[in-house]
């Protein structure tokens, strides 16, 4: 598994130096650390999780969101729900996996997810930049919407704006 902290420095609590700069200098946060805790454990459960490679992992609102290495998602298989599970106990919030490293429509879609994108349009703004419009399928809290639209943002660097509808 690679994480982004040694891993005595994580079974201990205890950050060396260089694990304590990498927070101090914000490459990574608090909320990977915690995240790192839990994967550890689960790897110790389930040995199929061991490929895994936390990247980043970024809480807005009340969505916690885990980005992983490529193709890890499909690795995980069937012990994703017990991982989100896990995950979702003791962060009391949503989780989102979404991998790195993929191209941007295979990374809307998992971010959109447990909603289906209906359709995906790029607009063209007066300013010269441009904005993938991403039509889902069914409801969703408009908080959580802007919470993964600046999610994307951040760490994909999209511009999405994304609008649910019902039929």
């Known amino acids: 598994m690679k994480l982004p902290f040694h891993e005595f420095c994580i079974k201990t609590g205890s950050l060396c130096d260089e694990c304590e700069n990498r927070i101090k200098q914000g490459l990574n946060s608090n909320e990977e650390l915690r995240l790192s805790k839990i994967f550890l454990e689960m790897v110790e459960k389930r040995r199929s999780l061991s ?4 990247v980043k992992a970024l809480r807005k609102g009340n969505i916690l969101v885990v980005e992983l290495g490529e193709g890890d998602i499909e690795r995980i298989g069937s012990d994703m729900g017990e991982l989100i599970r896990s995950v979702k106990g003791r962060a009391d919030t949503k989780v ?3 991998e790195s490293g993929v191209p941007a429509k ?8 447990p909603n289906k994108v209906l359709a995906m349009n790029t607009v063209w703004l007066p300013d010269g930049s441009r904005q993938t419009k991403v039509t889902l399928d069914g409801r969703r809290n408009p ?5 993964l639209e600046e999610f994307a943002k ?4 999209i511009d999405i704006r994304l609008e ?4």
């Open 106 to 113: 295979t990374f809307i879609r998992q971010l959109s997810w």
């Open 143 to 147: 908080s959580e919407l802007r919470a």
């Open 164 to 167: 649910p509808t019902t039929r």
């Open 96 to 98: 989102l996996l979404v």
């Open 154 to 157: 951040e760490s994909e660097g």
């Open 51 to 54: 490929d895994l490679t936390l």
